[in-house]
């Protein structure tokens, strides 16, 4: 189910506590940077996914190779790579949609991939595209997460 009205996306985010944050970068001018640090301040469990820097720790976090090496479930993949790119990160969260309890696949500002999100939507997972939970979350009003740490950095 492709998500594209604010009703749907509050329930998404207020009901997701895991993402795994495909493409982040340690560096802290990067926009993966930031929505990360974003995320972790509204007191979500974020796991970075980028096998350059895997084993590395990021904004307190280890930085996993890929998809398939989250240790813990995870709600949502918010996906930073290009349109094209997204297809096989799309590919992999549908590959371990039950292991790991995944809910929904979220490709960021700029990231449209239709032939992925309609693999995702058959799969049973909701799709979000060209759009930033960085963006959304206040943009809804959400409030953080109960427990969360903010403010744990800044971002």
């Given amino acids: 189910m492709n998500l594209h009205d604010d009703p749907q996306l509050a329930e998404l985010l207020e009901s997701s506590v ?50 398939a090496d989250c240790p813990n479930p995870i709600d949502l993949v918010d996906i930073f790579r290009n349109s094209d790119d997204a297809g096989a990160v799309v590919d992999d969260a549908i590959e371990h949609r039950h292991r790991l309890g995944l809910k929904a696949v979220w490709m ?3 990231v449209v991939n239709q032939p992925a999100a309609e693999r995702a939507a058959a799969a049973g997972l909701s799709v979000v595209m060209n759009r930033c939970p960085k963006i959304e979350i206040p943009r809804l009003g959400l409030p953080p997460k109960q427990g969360s740490l903010r403010p744990l950095v800044k971002a």
């Fill in 18 to 67: 895991s993402v795994a944050l495909v493409g982040a970068s340690p560096k802290p001018w990067r926009d993966s940077y930031a929505v990360m640090a974003y995320l972790i301040e509204q007191g979500f469990q974020v796991t970075p996914i980028n096998p350059n820097f895997a084993g590395q720790q990021l904004l307190g976090q280890t930085i996993v190779a890929r998809l």
């Fill in 108 to 110: 960021q500002l700029g």
